[in-house]
C-alpha cells in the first residue's frame, strides 16, 4: 500500500516536474518571439540599404538630376551610418536596446514617408541622412537582445536565423519595390517600405521581453 507521506511525495515531484516543463516551454516561447522579432529588424534594415538602388534610374529622371547627385544620396545614407555606428553600439549599452531598436526602426520608415511625400532632392538627401541614423542601431541592439536572452546552446542557432533574415531581405529587396513601382510609382514603393519598418517597430514595442 502507498502511504500518505510516499504519495504525497510522489505529487510533489510530479508538480515540481510539470512547474519545470512549463517552465521551459515559456522560456522557449519567449526565446522564439525574441529571434523572430530580431530577425524581422534585421530583415527591414537589408531591405531600406537596397531601397534606392532599383529605383535609381526613376527617381534620377523624377528630379533631373545626374547619377552622381543621385548617388550622393547613398553616400550620404553610408557615410551617416559609418560616422554613428560605434556611438550607437555606446548608445545600446546604456539604454533600452530593444527602445533604440524602436526607434532606428521608425528613423527608417519615417525618413522613407518623407521622402516619397515632399517633392524635393535635397529633402531626399536629408532624409536618406535620417535614414543612416537608423540603421546604425540594428546590430548592437540585435546582438546584445539575442546575447542576453537566448540560451547559451541555442545562440549560434539564433544569430543564424537573424543572419539569413538580414540577407532576405536584400534578396527580396529589388523584386518588391519593382514591383510596387509598376502600380504605384517609386515614391508608391518608398511609402510601402516605410509601411513595412513601421509594421516591425509596432511590433517590438508591443513584444514582452
Sequence with gaps: AITPRR???EVQRAEMTQATDLAYTSRRTGEFRLIAGMSA???VSHYYILVLPPLFAFVRADYGVSYTQIGLVLTVFNAV???LQTPAG????RVNARLVLVAGLLCGALGLAVASAVN???MLVAM???MGIGNTVYHPANYA???RHVSAERVSQAYSIHTFAGLAGGAIAPATLLLMHSEFGWRGAFMGAAVLG???AIMLLLQRD
Excluded at 90 to 93: E, G, H
Design 7 to 9: 504519495e504525497s511525495g
Design 41 to 43: 529588424a534585421h530583415f
Design 81 to 83: 551610418s559609418a560616422v
Design 90 to 93: 555606446f548608445l545600446v549599452d
Design 120 to 122: 524635393s532632392y535635397w
Design 128 to 130: 536618406f541622412g535620417l
Design 145 to 147: 537582445l539575442l546575447s
Design 198 to 200: 513601421a509594421f516591425v
